[in-house]
C-alpha cells in the first residue's frame, strides 16, 4: 500500500529555506503512471498548491510561489522534495505531499496524501 | 486568494441531504474535471470524488458529484455524523498552468 511521510524543520528563520522530503514507499516514483504533488495549509485556512513534478522531470508551479520554488526528485532514495527560498512568516502551514494521478495530461486528482508535517517561519 | 468559490458552511441533521457549490470560470470548471477532498478534523484530505463524478472505491454511494458549465457540485444524501468535516473542490486552471483549490466547506452535522 502507497505512503508516503514529509520529513523536515519544523522551524525555519525568516529569509531562510524551506526545505522538505517526502519518502514513498509501495510504489516507484520513477514510475510514468503518476507525477508527485506539494500542497499547503496555513493554520485555519483552506489548501494552497504548490506544485507537482512529472515523469521525465517537468514542474509546474503556482505563479505566486513561482520565483521562490523548486521540486525535485531523487529516484534512488525514492523521494521527492521541496524547497521554498526567502521564507516568510506567510509561509507558516502544514505542508504535504501527494501522488498524483494523470487525467487529460497533467491535471489529475492527488491520493493519497502524507500526513503533513507543521513548518512554523519565525525567528 | 482562491478562483474556486465555495460556500464557507453547510449544515443538516441526520438523514438529510446537503449539497456543496463550487463556483468557477471556463478556465478552469468550464474546461476541465473537477475533483473534490474531505478533510476530517486534523487529518491529511482524502479523494472523495473524481473525474466530476467518480467515487474511489471504499468511498460510499451517499456521496456524489456532478459539474455543469462553470460551476459543480457536490451532494451528502443521507448524513451521518462522521461527515463532519472540510470539503474542497479542485480542478486545473489552463490560464494560471495550475491546480485550484477550492475556498473550503464546513459541513456540521447538527
Known amino acids: 500500500q502507497l505512503q508516503l511521510q514529509e520529513s523536515g524543520p519544523g522551524l525555519v528563520k525568516p529569509s531562510e529555506t524551506l526545505s522538505l522530503t517526502c519518502t514513498v514507499s509501495?510504489?516507484?516514483?520513477?514510475?510514468?503512471?503518476?507525477?508527485w504533488g506539494w500542497i499547503r495549509q496555513p493554520p485555519g485556512k483552506g489548501l494552497e498548491w504548490i506544485g507537482n513534478i512529472y515523469y521525465g522531470g517537468t514542474t509546474y508551479y503556482n505563479p505566486s510561489l513561482k520565483s521562490r520554488v523548486t521540486i525535485s526528485v531523487d529516484t534512488s532514495k525514492n523521494q521527492f522534495s521541496l524547497k521554498l527560498k526567502s521564507s516568510t512568516a506567510a509561509d507558516t502551514a502544514v505542508y504535504y505531499c501527494?501522488?498524483?494521478?494523470?487525467?487529460?495530461?497533467?491535471?489529475?486528482?492527488?491520493?493519497?496524501w502524507g500526513q503533513g508535517t507543521l513548518v512554523t517561519v519565525s525567528s | 486568494q482562491s478562483v474556486l468559490t465555495q460556500p464557507p458552511s453547510a449544515s443538516g441533521t441526520p438523514g438529510q441531504r446537503v449539497t456543496i457549490s463550487c463556483s468557477g470560470s471556463?478556465?478552469?470548471?468550464?474546461?476541465?474535471?473537477v475533483y473534490w477532498y474531505q478533510q476530517l478534523p486534523g487529518t491529511a484530505p482524502k479523494l472523495l470524488i473524481y473525474r466530476n463524478n467518480q467515487r474511489p472505491s471504499g468511498v460510499p454511494d451517499r456521496f456524489s458529484g456532478s459539474k455543469s458549465g462553470t460551476s459543480a457540485s457536490l451532494a451528502i444524501s443521507g448524513l451521518r455524523s462522521e461527515d463532519e468535516a472540510d470539503y474542497y473542490c479542485a480542478t486545473w486552471d489552463g490560464s494560471l498552468s495550475g491546480q485550484v483549490f477550492g475556498t473550503g466547506t464546513k459541513v456540521t452535522v447538527l
Open positions: 501527494a501522488r498524483g494521478f494523470y487525467s487529460t495530461g497533467p491535471k489529475g486528482w492527488f491520493a493519497p
Open positions: 471556463s478556465s478552469n470548471i468550464g474546461s476541465n474535471l
Open positions: 509501495g510504489a516507484s516514483i520513477s514510475s510514468s503512471t503518476y507525477y
